[in-house]
């Protein structure tokens, strides 16, 4: 079963593929694709996994529960940075950012100075050392400011340059590179090109080592690279070519990681491009042309790179759960202040049902939120459990419930949220920019792994036992005997996995009872896990090698496990908080079992319909669409982009034709 790798950008092909609009990237076959994807994957698991569980039909709390909290140094540090930043933030003009479309020079230097852009940065290279949980807890307070600060330091210190030195780099990398980035040096990862994204094998940014195998030379153009209009080193993923080597030895190459200085001759920022949302993002179109970069500046061995992206963006993805975590404390304390303030019909807005439904879809799901990001940091800070699963649910849940948030408070907010903030204060009303954070939510959907990547990356995961087992059942390729020989084999394994899927402490209503009234939801998802499980082999039996192909399948069981995910954590969490304090603790489970009631109908609805959908016909239906067969529909209308220039921009190498958008902010 083939997943593709993210949103990043990876290949294994030569520089002498053609590239133009009409031919853009080097032409590659299904399999070749599926070779290089899963050459990157982790396949081992040598820590637990709690979301692994899940997935398997193993429900096993002790993972998470009781619930990680920091370290008392991480809580003493941590809490000091945040008081400081707060005051800080406080300062800043978040409607400059959102009129100038510019975060300022002296706001910049300002969060130089707090150490922002060395928050994740090892004390002993001059950064902070904050642990994860506090460093999102800051993105919490900078994207509240306004979303494009949370972009901003996320892309320097979650995919930039100081993660993959941190993880990868030797001990010179990390002396040279690691206190510059502490010191201010903003980064950024450059990994997608204008017809590459998340298929690996097709990346056309080259670099080829020199004959005397001092230097390499890189050639391409990196398109969506955030912080490139501005970052003075960045991290560039490039194939390097198959080579021999001085001694006669030959190299496979493949994609590979270089740190390379923003000022390097040939490098030109040829575009700062502006989105729907996040005003403030510097992001831009960058193009290599013979830029020259020595092999100590190459991260790994030659080909390690997908890797490498992949591994970053593990923890990395943490970034977007915090800042959506903020997202829903912000939604409902303006939905909260705003319904109270709205009368309608004789009494405040948020005292009718169509509203106050509404609310406490917030107030529920700005605490499962907080639980999700809070649970999967602190997993990650332990270094105890594998948390690769984790983060990927978490970026996923978080990305598309926080956007709902942004959706019901403009709802909430009727005309009032559709108009901007700028305009609510010329006319003397609150400025509310809740269309903005509708605007500036959306790209989390997209950013680190689209919604419908994440779905098959985290399938990929959540099935590798299946596939194990299966071996042959699962290939495209293998023969009528191979197969038989599979099925005899994976026999053996389901003969003693199935029977563990029948019973399990979530029939046994004295499960759980530590929780109090949480344990209900808790025996409910220990059930619902094991369903899952019992599910996903089905489909297996069903379509064995084609189930790669039932995308929205495996995307529903995802989406399951995701919601059970969330729910385990809250219910950890309200129990965590109810032992420091009782008062607040009594809140926290009514907001925890108000969240677990509302995500059990999503669960159930989505386990009915896996079976019960109109896949098969949608499928037909956008053959035909895609066919032209529909053509006539999309008479009456004009089409104001036709002419304007291609679907894809040209990439292919060469010299810039641009003047350089470099900006220097320091």
């Not at 892309?155 to 002396?175: C, D, M, Y």
């Not at 970053?312 to 304390?333: E, F, H, Q, Y």
Request: hydrophobic fraction near 40%; charge should be neutral.
């Amino acid at each position: 079963m083939s997943i593709k790798a993210d949103n990043a950008s990876a290949g294994t092909y030569p520089a002498s593929e053609n590239h133009s609009p009409e031919n853009p990237g080097p032409k590659v076959t299904e399999q070749d694709a599926r070779k290089v994807a899963e050459d990157a994957r982790e396949t081992s698991w040598t820590r637990p996994s709690f979301a692994r569980g899940l997935y398997l039909g193993s429900f096993d709390i002790a993972l998470i529960h009781p619930h990680p909290e920091p370290t008392a140094d991480d809580t003493k540090r941590g809490g000091e940075f945040l008081g400081r930043l707060r005051t800080y933030c406080e300062t800043l003009d978040s409607a400059r950012i959102e009129r100038d479309a510019l975060i300022p020079d002296e706001y910049l230097a300002g969060l130089t100075e707090l150490g922002v852009f060395g928050m994740k940065i090892p004390r002993e290279y001059g950064g902070l050392g904050l642990s994860l949980t506090y460093y999102g807890r800051a993105l919490q307070l900078l994207g509240s400011v306004h979303p494009s600060f949370g972009a901003l330091v996320s892309a320097h210190q979650s995919i930039g340059v100081p993660e993959p030195v941190k993880v990868f780099g030797t001990e010179e990398q990390k002396r040279e590179y690691l206190p510059r980035c502490a010191a201010g040096a903003i980064t950024a990862f450059l990994l997608t090109e204008p017809d590459v994204g998340s298929d690996p094998a097709r990346m056309g940014c080259t670099a080829v080592l020199s004959e005397d195998g001092s230097e390499y030379v890189v050639d391409g153009v990196k398109l969506w690279t955030t912080n490139g209009v501005i970052a003075e080193i960045v991290v560039v993923m490039a194939t390097v070519p198959r080579h021999t080597l001085p001694d006669g030895t030959q190299a496979k190459g493949g994609i590979t990681a270089f740190v390379v200085e923003a000022d390097t001759p040939g490098v030109t920022v040829e575009n700062r491009n502006s989105f729907m949302g996040l005003r403030g993002i510097e992001n831009g179109v960058t193009r290599f042309h013979q830029v020259h970069i020595p092999v100590a500046n190459r991260l790994g061995r030659e080909g390690q790179g997908l890797k490498i992206a992949l591994t970053t963006l593990n923890t990395g993805r943490l970034s977007i759960p915090g800042m959506c975590a903020a997202t829903g404390k912000w939604t409902l304390k303006i939905a909260r202040e705003w319904s109270n303030a709205r009368t309608q019909w004789g009494k405040p807005v948020g005292e009718h049902e169509a509203v106050g439904k509404k609310i406490a879809f917030l107030a529920a799901t700005a605490f499962a939120l907080e639980a999700v990001f809070e649970l999967s940091a602190e997993l990650a800070d332990s270094g105890m459990k594998d948390v690769r699963i984790e983060a990927a649910l978490a970026k996923l849940w978080s990305s598309e419930m926080a956007y709902r948030c942004a959706d019901e408070l403009v709802q909430i907010r009727g005309g009032r949220g559709y108009e901007t903030a700028a305009s609510l204060a010329a006319r003397g009303e609150r400025a509310v920019p809740a269309e903005q954070l509708l605007r500036d939510m959306r790209i989390n959907r997209i950013f680190e792994g689209s919604t419908e990547i994440m779905h098959l990356l985290i399938a990929r995961e959540a099935v590798d036992a299946h596939l194990s087992a299966a071996g042959d059942l699962a290939s495209t390729t293998a023969s009528l005997q191979d197969k038989g020989k599979a099925a005899v084999a994976a026999s053996g394994f389901y003969a003693k996995w199935l029977p563990k899927l029948a019973v399990g402490r979530g029939m046994d209503p004295r499960s759980y009872n530590e929780f109090g009234p949480l344990a209900k939801h808790l025996r409910y998802v220990e059930r619902e896990s094991r369903k899952l499980a019992r599910q996903t082999f089905y489909g297996m039996g069903r379509w064995q090698a084609k189930l790669e192909y039932k995308q929205a399948f495996l995307g529903r069981i995802v989406d399951i496990g995701a919601e059970l995910f969330a729910m385990a954590a809250c219910c950890s969490r309200a129990e965590m908080l109810r032992v420091k304090d009782p008062v607040q603790g009594r809140y926290a489970i009514e907001l925890a079992d108000a969240f677990c009631g509302q995500a059990r109908l999503r669960v159930d609805a989505l386990f009915t319909d896996l079976w019960h959908n109109t896949d098969d016909g949608d499928r037909r239906l956008a053959s035909q669409v895609l066919a032209g067969d529909f053509g006539w529909l999309e008479h009456g209308i004009i089409d104001v982009s036709e002419g304007t220039g291609p679907w894809i921009s040209d990439a292919a190498p060469g010299p810039s034709r641009k003047e350089n958008q470099r900006r220097r902010y320091r």
